[in-house]
Structure formats: C-alpha cells, structure tokens
C-alpha cells in the first residue's frame, strides 16, 4: 500500500555533512554553538544575587563574595555559605584573595576577615567614623605580608596577621588608582599622577610615561603584556624598558579578562557581556548575556568561565559535552546512518526527516498522525530503509523517493510496530504490540503466545549472527529465544525476569547486553545462563534503562529518563569509568529514547525527547582533574571537637593528625570531597576502613561515611573517588586514627588486675603461713618466756642458795682471823687473806654470771652500765679517776650470749689497767660507728706497753678470742709513756623478729 507523504524541500547554500547541515539549520543560535550559558540564583542555593568576586582554590572550590549575603563555596553540586554566624566579619564582601597558604581574604567595607579551613580571624577598621577613608577595593600580596588598597588609593599592611599600619601612602605625595600583577610576579602600580610604580622581586622603581597618555581607566593582561585603556586609546607598559607604547588597534569596550587559552576578549558595553576574538585587527563579537552587569570574569581550570553578575546570580559559560537543535524537530526516536552518507531522523509525532548531501526533506502524513510516530528505522542488507511506526511499517523507493506501506491487512501482526531487525539471509523481524513478524521478502509468518511467546505485546527484537537465533523481549518473562522447533522458549537469565527490556545488543561477541525496564543493564551469557547487573549501586544514574550499545573504544553508551552514562567495564565487567552526562552537560531534554542512537568514529548521535544531539569529544582537553581530600571529621555529630584528641592539625580544613580517640568517643563522621564542576554527578567514592570493614564500599555520590560503636583498635580510612574521566583516579586519601582501648581492656590493666589476683592469692597462702607462723611464734614465745622464767629462777636461785654460802664462808674467815691472836697479825693472816679473796672473787663471778644469764639484760645499755659499775668499784680502791660516756640513746637489742662475753673483755681490760697501768685516768666510752654499728672502748693514761711484747700473753689471747667469737674487732693501741686504749666495734646485723632476737 502506498500512502502519499508530504514533503518539505530545503537546499543549503554550500556544501556541509549531512548532521551537520541538519543542526545548523535546525539550531543556528547566537552564541557559539558549541558553548552554553547557565546560571546559579538563590533557588540553587546562592546566598544573594550581586555576586562582587570570584576566586578558585587548590581544591577546585570556586569562592564567590556576594554584597550581603557572605561567603559561598560552590563544588559544582551545592554551594556552602558562611556568615556572621560562622565568624566573618560581615555579609557585606567587596573582593577575595588567596595567598599562596591558600587562606581566603576577605574584603569587608570596614576591614577584613581571613579563613583558614574553618575558622576566621578578623580585622576592623581602626575608625568606623572614617569609614569612606578605609573603604578597601583590593588585596595584593608579597611574601607574608598581605597589603590592602583603600578607596583613598594609600595600603594597609597585615604582616603574620598582625596590623602594621592601616593608611599609608606607597609613595610620598602619590596614590595607587589601579594594580595588576603579571605572571612572573610583577606587581604594576598606577598612580594616580599617571605615573608607575614596578615592583618586581629585586628592586622597585617608577617612572613617568614620555608620551601623553590621559586618564586610564581599564587595565588588563594580554599575553603576559600588560595593556591598559585611557582616553587617548591603548597602550603596553613596557616597566622593564620604563616606557609606554601606543598600539595601533583597540577594543571599544572595557575589557574585563583576556582567555589566553581560547584566545577571546570578555568585553562590557554598559549592560551587554560580549565575547569578542580578535583576527588580523578585527574583533569579532558575539553577545552572551543581554542587559546584565558583570563585575568580574574568571577562567577555573576545568575550561569553565564565571560571570559575576550584579543582581543576577553567577553564571558559568562553558563547552557542552552535548549541542542540541533548537527542538523545532521536536523528539528523535530513531536515527539511521544509512550507507549511502546520508542519514535519517525520526520524530515522536512530525514524521521523519532525510538529509542527503545539501538537501533536506521532511515526510509527514497530514491524515494518519499515528504514521508520524516513528519508532525505529532500519536499513537492509540489499539497501532497503525500513521505517517502523505507530501505524505500520513503511519501505522506502528511492525511486519514487516514497514510502510503501504494510500493516495487518498486508499480514503484519499488528501495527504498532517497536523494534526491526535482519538476518544474515535478508530476513526482516518486526516486533509489534500484537505478536512478533518475520517477512522473507514476500509474505509475512506471525508468532504469538501460541507459538511459545510469554506475551503478544513483544518489546524488542535482536537477531544474533553468533548464536544464529532471534531474541525477544516482553513483559512477562524477560528474554526469549527461537529454538530449531519454531517455538519460543524462555533464556534462562538469573535476576531478569518480569522485566521488559527495550534495547538488546550484541557484547564480547557471545553475550547479549540487555536494556531493562527497571533491572538497569544486564549482561547475559544465553548458553550458560549466567548474568552480571550494571544498576545504581554500580553507579548508574537510574535502572530504567532505554538503550544501550558498545562503541569503537570499547566504551558502553548507556541512557535513561536521567541521561546518559559512559562506561567502560574490565575482564570481570566491573567498571573501571562511569562518566554521567545530563543538564549540565548539555542534555537539556535528559530523556534518551530507545532507538534513537548512532555510534561510529566520525560523530555520536542522539535522539532525546527534546530533539537531536550531538557529541562533543573533550577527552583530549588538557584540563585539571582536581585531587579528593577530607574535608571534616565529627565526633558525635560534631558535639566534640576532634583536634583534642591529637597533637597536632594539618591541611587547610584543620583535620588532627593521627588523632587517638577515647573508647566513648567512637562514633566518627568522615566527609570527603573531589571537585568536579564540569561532572559533578560523575563523582562516585568508595571507602573502606582498614580492620573494620571487609570489603570496598560501594560506588556512591555521597561523600560520607559514619562509624559508629567503633571498637578499639587502630584503623586507617582508606577513600578513592572517580576523575574527570569517570575513572577512578590514582590519589586516594589514607587516613590513619585509633580508638583507645577502655582501661579494662588495657595491657597495664591486664597485667595489673592479674598481679592484683596473684597478690590476692599470694596474701591468701601469705596469711595462712603467716598465720601457722603466728602460731609457731606464739609457741616459740611461751616457750621462751618459760625459759626467760626459768633463767631468773634458776639465777635467783642461785644467787640466793650461793651467795648466802659464801657469804657465810666469808663470815666464818673474817671471825677466825680476829680470834687467832687478837691482833690478826699471825703467820696464819695470809691464808685467811687469800681465803677471803676467793671466796671474794667466786661471789663477784657468781654474780656475773647470774647477771649475763638473766634475759632482761641482753640490752646494749644495761651492758654499758654493768661495766661501769665494775669499773667504778675497781678503781675507788686505788683514787684512780674514772670516767663514763654513753652517746647511744635508744635500746638495742642484743643476742643472747653477747653481754656475757663483752663484760669479761672489758672487765679483763680494767682489771689490766688497775693492775698496771699506774694510769690516774680511766675512761670507759660508747659510741656509734656508722648507721648499725658500735664502739665499746677502754682508755687510760698510764705507762702503757709494748705490742710485740703484749701478744704474748695469756689474758690477750682470751681478749682476741672472746671478741672473734662474737664477730667483732678488738683494736688495741698501746704506746709506752702515753697510755693504751682497747676497742671492741661491733654491728648488730641480727634483727628482732615477731618480738624476739633469732
């Protein structure tokens, strides 16, 4: 059947390729056609719309002052604005400065405020009465000095945060009107005589410029030249030559930033920004942004170019990674290349279009709107271009250049037609609504749900050459395939089923890549059985999937209701880049539709619901893919601060090195962040924290992670994200911490509770031997007490029984020697003499003995008093003088035997010296030597002896081994004329134990 279709006709002038012919008469516009314009107001959370200066940090962050609303930092996705309320000076923001700590100046009316990470420091003007006098403009800077321009043209200086001065001439007599700085650090003064101030890094100077030059009032950089523009035209400070040089053309308007990179002007004519490119002399212009003030323009370092604007927000100018038609074409749901050059578009309800060469024909049919819904168009192995649409499949003649159409009457399943494809043989499938077609060429076989199909409404439809069957798609059963018994079987594919798929394509030659309806990508093994899912979790922006193909590069092209994506998969189909492409990028319709795609090496091509699009490659541009860093780290949902937790703090977020956190400190918020302004929803992170987690995280755009209950231990934090090319980059952020351990569950504790338990045990088994001790002791000291008893007993005894014997002995002597003559003079005297002595001399001896065994008298003291009570009896016989000195005061104990064996020393010693010494002093001394030791001497004044003859003698010997006996030393020193002296120096190294001397 043959339908007539209206046709439009359009002839370019000049030859152009076909698509490109298509968008440039489809969507000539204004600007650059590769370039767009977008614009950031208060609804994407800029804080105020009269944006005053921009600025970009290391990290990519672009810095936006606005007049009243503060500061803004903006990542590409979402601006962060500081106020008052977070320690700046005011909202009122004039200019910004980095300096090279990258610390952000900031401007204020009435002074300025400097943020270092999070925290700001803040100067005020000196006077607020004055303050038009220190209304600052700019801020330069020069080494650690940051120096101000005022609006009266003198400096104010802040040297290491400290003012030095606030108002200031630069030169005597002189102020600045304007300053620039050239790349290689020179710093260009203007002042306001229309003379120069060159400050460069050796020396400052100024000169004056020979030829007139009027009033300046624009100065910008131009290829490392500085050009400036006055009332007399433009001119080049040569400052190393100390001239001026007038050059031979000039911009009409004020020029607000040269691109040195794309080689254009940014130019103002009162409310217009113009873009203009200067060739051969000639500027050529082209309008941006129509009755709009712009106050400053900056180029970022990812080829984007910000306008501050003055009352309408900021805007970013920038190449698309997509241009688009002007949508007059409406939606393009198919697109074909065909081989003969020329290409095919069809629309959603205006029919199709045909470029070839220089013309453009348009075929719509005014009667059957249904026609004009195209949904595929295929092209033949013979050359024949098959158009499938809402009412049927059309064949177009390039002879009669018009359309043949087939629908039911003709034997076509149904005529809502969704998907064509072709064997090897020239066979035509055709998914339709009403059950799936093959035509050989001349007549068509149906299948349906009788022939095994899960559902008639048959989505897609893909032959493989490789498996040599066809595939279908519906909404029941997921996949299905035709068997060699012409009936249709389901394909096994895990974790696909009751899911339509709208696009099938062949992967890797055996596999099949599979566009789902809500499973996101799927790529099956049809032999094996075996899947692999691309979802969001892997990073996609959405799991409704429209299309998705492979181009040369090996890179899968993937589209949704959100956009496309751009990833590339390794051995094991993980991805290794994932670039999203949306609104920002150009994508201003976002939704892609199933067919409507063209992939080869010379252009990429794709229909979206608001009209056709074309790819723009910038892989090759040589733009900076910033670094990921940390930007916080929260204990408890900031409720503590961390930097208590460690010694030190680096970076310009002010994060604690290594920080060690107490065990009730263990819940931490770590935020991360790569800048991308280009893609910023490309971004995709993946951490893992090193002995906790078992595994990588999976990709996510949310640049945060919680830990909570953290256990002790150390731990490092270990984050990647993706780069500028979606792939996930070489920098990643290592961040080591640990969480102490509670006391309890420390090595010092541990070691300390198990010295406790054996103390414990240890005083047990101590006081259960101490306590059968005890009992021994208290035996030991009954015993000794009833030996103590017994001794004094015994000694009283017999002193008693003794001492009464002799002294009755003595007695009866005394009375013999009276009754012998009368006058006691006989020859018998003497023996009633010596009798008497004896018996004197066994009381004295019964009488030391009975004392040294009488236990209270083993103590030092009573030792020292018993020999000098002998001594004072000796020597009272003979008038000699006898002295005593006791230097020790407290009781020492002394062991048993001890008193015994000193008093026959020293009373051996005495009785030497009354004997014959013919001494007429004695001296008997005790005194200490060293912290435990004693010193019992004799001394006298007498004749004295000779040692050599002294050694000889009986009594000496006994002295020497009484004195070894009790471990002392007996000293003896002895000179003829001048008197001797006796030592005996002891230590009482044997302690007293539970009340007794061992």
């Excluded at 101000?148 to 102020?175: C, E, F, H, Q, S």
């Excluded at 794709?606 to 780290?633: A, C, E």
């Amino acid at each position: 059947m043959k339908c007539v279709i209206c046709r439009v006709k359009v002839r370019a002038k000049g030859y152009l390729p076909g698509l490109l012919l298509f968008l440039v008469v489809l969507g000539a516009q204004a600007q650059h056609a590769r370039y767009s314009t977008r614009n950031y107001t208060a609804v994407d959370g800029l804080p105020q719309s009269q944006v005053m200066a921009l600025r970009e940090d290391q990290y990519g962050y672009l810095w936006i002052a606005t007049q009243g609303g503060g500061l803004a930092r903006f990542d590409g996705r979402e601006f962060k604005v500081y106020t008052t309320r977070d320690g700046l000076l005011s909202n009122d923001i004039l200019a910004l400065h980095i300096d090279r700590r990258q610390h952000i100046w900031i401007v204020h009316p009435n002074g300025m405020s400097k943020l270092e990470g999070t925290t700001f420091k803040r100067f005020y003007n000196p006077d607020g009465r004055q303050r038009n006098k220190h209304h600052m403009r700019y801020l330069l800077e020069r080494g650690d000095t940051v120096f101000a321009v005022n609006a009266t043209g003198t400096l104010t200086k802040i040297y290491r945060d400290t003012v030095v001065y606030w108002d200031k001439a630069i030169v005597p007599g002189k102020t600045i009107w304007q300053h620039i700085k050239t790349p290689d650090g020179t710093s260009c003064f203007f002042l306001d005589d229309n003379s120069f101030l060159i400050q460069t890094a050796q020396k400052s100077f100024t000169f004056s410029s020979e030829e007139p030059t009027g009033k300046i009032y624009n100065v910008f950089l131009y290829k490392n030249q500085v050009l400036f523009k006055s009332e007399r035209g433009l001119f080049k400070l040569n400052y190393a030559d100390h001239n001026v040089e007038k050059l031979t053309w000039n911009l009409g308007d004020y020029v607000l930033r040269y691109d040195e990179k794309e080689d254009i002007f940014w130019t103002s004519n009162g409310m217009n920004l113009v873009r203009q490119k200067l060739t051969q002399g000639k500027a050529h212009a082209d309008t941006i942004l129509h009755d709009i003030t712009i106050q400053e323009v900056i180029v970022d370092s990812e080829g984007n170019t910000w306008l501050a604007s003055n009352g309408n927000g900021l805007y970013r100018y920038s190449m698309q990674d997509f241009q688009r038609t002007n949508g007059e074409f409406g939606g393009v749901m198919a697109i074909l290349n065909a081989r003969d050059g020329s290409q095919w578009f069809g629309s959603m309800y205006k029919g199709l279009c045909h470029v070839r060469g220089g013309n453009i024909k348009y075929f719509a049919d005014p009667k059957e709107h249904y026609r004009n819904d195209i949904r595929t168009i295929k092209q033949a192995p013979d050359g024949t271009v098959w158009v499938g649409t809402g009412y049927g499949l059309g064949r177009y003649s390039e002879a009669d250049d018009d359309f043949t159409w087939y629908g039911r009457k003709e034997g076509l399943a149904g005529y809502s037609v969704m998907a064509i494809d072709f064997d090897e043989r020239g066979g035509m499938w055709i998914a339709t609504t009403n059950g799936l077609s093959y035509y050989d060429g001349h007549k068509f076989r149906n299948y349906t749900t009788a022939d095994g199909l899960a559902s008639n409404s048959v989505r897609y439809v893909y032959y493989s050459r490789y498996h040599k069957t066809v595939f279908v798609s519906n909404d029941m059963n997921g996949l299905q395939r035709l068997r060699d018994n012409d009936r249709f079987e389901v394909v096994p594919v895990p974790g696909f089923r009751n899911t339509a798929a709208f696009g099938i394509r062949p992967y890797r030659d055996s596999l099949l890549v599979i566009a789902s309806g809500g499973a996101g990508v799927v790529i099956a093994d049809p032999v094996h059985g075996q899947s692999h899912f691309l979802t969001m979790e892997e990073g996609l922006a959405s799991d409704f999937i429209y299309f998705v193909t492979e181009d040369e590069h090996r890179n899968i092209w993937i589209g949704s209701e959100k956009g496309i994506n751009r990833v590339k998969l390794n051995a094991q189909f993980e991805m290794v880049q994932n670039l999203y492409y949306g609104y920002d990028n150009g994508l201003l319709g976002v939704e892609t539709n199933s067919n409507a795609f063209d992939l080869t090496p010379h252009g990429k091509y794709f229909g979206l619901v608001d009209g056709l699009y074309q790819y723009n490659d910038m892989s090759d541009k040589p733009w900076r893919s910033f670094d990921l860093h940390l930007t916080s780290l929260q204990v408890f949902y900031g409720e503590y601060s961390p930097l208590q937790y460690a010694q030190s703090s680096e970076g310009f977020f002010n994060l604690p090195v290594n920080p060690q956190f107490p065990p009730d400190r263990n819940h931490l918020t770590f935020t991360f962040n790569r800048v991308d302004k280009r893609y910023p929803k490309s971004v995709k992170f993946q951490y893992y924290l090193e002995n906790f987690d078992k595994k990588w995280s999976r990709p996510s755009s949310i640049g945060q992670v919680t830990y909570s209950n953290l256990p002790p231990g150390n731990y490092v934090l270990h984050v990647m994200s993706t780069d500028k090319r979606g792939s996930w980059g070489q920098v990643r952020v290592n961040y080591p911490f640990a969480v102490k351990a509670p006391f309890y569950q420390t090595a010092a504790f541990i070691v300390g509770a198990f010295i406790l338990l054996a103390g414990v045990v240890t005083l047990v088994l101590y006081l259960r031997v101490k306590q059968r001790v005890n009992k021994m002791i208290l035996l030991e000291r009954i015993r000794i007490r009833e030996q103590e008893n017994l001794r004094k007993e015994i000694a009283r005894d017999f002193h008693d029984e003794m001492g009464n014997q002799l002294t009755r002995i003595i007695n009866y002597i005394s009375l013999l020697k009276l009754n012998s003559n009368g006058n006691g003079h006989d020859k018998n005297n003497d023996l009633y003499t010596k009798v008497e002595n004896s018996a004197k001399y066994l009381y004295t001896g019964t009488r030391d003995f009975i004392w040294s065994i009488d236990p209270v008298n083993d103590e030092l003291s009573k030792l020292f008093l018993h020999i000098r009570d002998f001594g004072e009896k000796l020597f009272e016989e003979k008038s000699i003088q006898f002295r005593a000195f006791n230097d020790v005061r407290e009781k020492i104990k002394l062991p048993y035997g001890f008193s015994r064996d000193a008093n026959l020393i020293f009373k051996e010693v005495m009785t030497n010296a009354f004997k014959y010494s013919e001494a007429r002093n004695v001296k008997l001394s005790l005194t200490r030597a060293g912290e435990d030791g004693f010193e019992l001497s004799v001394e006298d004044d007498g004749v004295g002896f000779k040692a050599a003859e002294a050694q000889k003698t009986n009594g000496l010997q006994n002295i020497r081994d009484r004195a070894d006996k009790l471990g002392s030393v007996l000293r003896i020193h002895s000179v003829p004329e001048q008197g001797t002296r006796v030592s005996l120096t002891f230590k009482i190294t044997k302690k007293p134990h539970y009340g007794i001397t061992l």
